[in-house]
């Protein structure tokens, strides 16, 4: 590429600005003994429960550390796949991640036409040639990518993800763009149905899984959630849900300030 100035744009990570007062509030928000419990608390507040997947969403979007040598490398990004019967809350907990994580994209797999997740390559009619365009999987390099519906994207898409996940880059030759690399870095949150839209309590999780087998093996953790006859549990469920019903807009704009610093807090964190 030769140019005389790029601007780079489209980067969340370039709206957000850390002043040196921000850093006296992260680190004093460090120092707190029961950090992990508070930042818990504040996921997904109306989602009754789900501690630990809440905690594991957490920490990927902190990240864990990518090593290299000369001749091999070690990603940091942990991938999630939460699957589960409906009503369970998936996608609250996927899209809640937009107010932790710094850099975050979100995309269905049932909606995702165009350039799909990963990259599409169109004829451009004014320039009469081929155009390559990202997708938000690509455009999430170094953040988090939240994906729902995921056993619903067409097979080539799942393929193209299949090779960003296991190498952390797409490698595109497709019509007159050949041997382009894309650099895909990015952390997969994704949430799927069972194939049978609920679990069967008395067959194997794997062959519930509508999935690449292959696919499957590229996430490093895999909540299954299961709808369970518990009266005490639905009765608590319900009562978080009434409560939740009772938050004005007023509390919710007061929160406001609250999830920017802990998207600050987790880029501060990112650079040590």
């Given amino acids: 590429l030769e140019a005389n100035y790029v601007q780079p744009t489209g ?4 709206s957000i600005e850390i002043t040196p007062d921000d850093e006296k509030q992260i680190i004093e928000l460090s120092k707190k003994k029961d950090l992990m419990e508070y930042f818990i608390s504040k996921y997904a507040p109306r989602i009754y429960g789900e501690e630990i997947i809440k905690e594991a969403i957490i920490l990927q979007i902190f990240g864990g550390v990518t090593f290299r040598t000369k001749t091999d490398k070690e990603f940091g990004e942990i991938h999630i796949l939460l699957i589960g019967d409906t009503g369970r809350g998936k996608s609250v907990l ?9 850099k975050f994209y979100f995309a269905s797999g049932d909606a995702s036409t165009g350039v799909g997740t990963t990259f599409a390559v169109e004829k451009d009619e004014f320039l009469q040639a081929w155009a390559l365009k990202a997708g938000p999987m690509v455009l999430a390099h170094k953040g988090l990518f939240g994906l729902d519906e995921l056993d619903k994207l067409d097979d080539e898409d799942t393929k193209r993800m299949h090779s960003a996940l296991a190498s952390g880059e797409i490698v595109v030759n497709k019509a007159s763009i050949q041997n382009v690399t894309l650099m895909c870095e990015t952390a997969l949150l994704s949430a799927c149905n069972p194939k049978d839209i609920i679990f069967d309590p008395y067959q194997d999780l794997s062959a519930q899984i509508e999935l690449p087998i292959t696919l499957i093996n ?7 959630m299961q709808e369970k006859i518990d009266a005490e549990l639905d009765r608590n469920i319900a009562k978080k849900m009434l409560e939740s019903l009772k938050i004005t807009q007023e509390h919710l704009d007061t929160e406001t300030p609250e999830y920017d610093m802990i998207k600050k807090y987790v880029m501060y964190s990112k650079k040590i």
């Fill in 94 to 102: 996927l899209k809640f991640a937009k107010n932790f994580a710094p």
């Fill in 11 to 14: 980067d969340e990570y370039l």
């Fill in 218 to 224: 590229r996430f490093d953790l895999i909540f299954p």
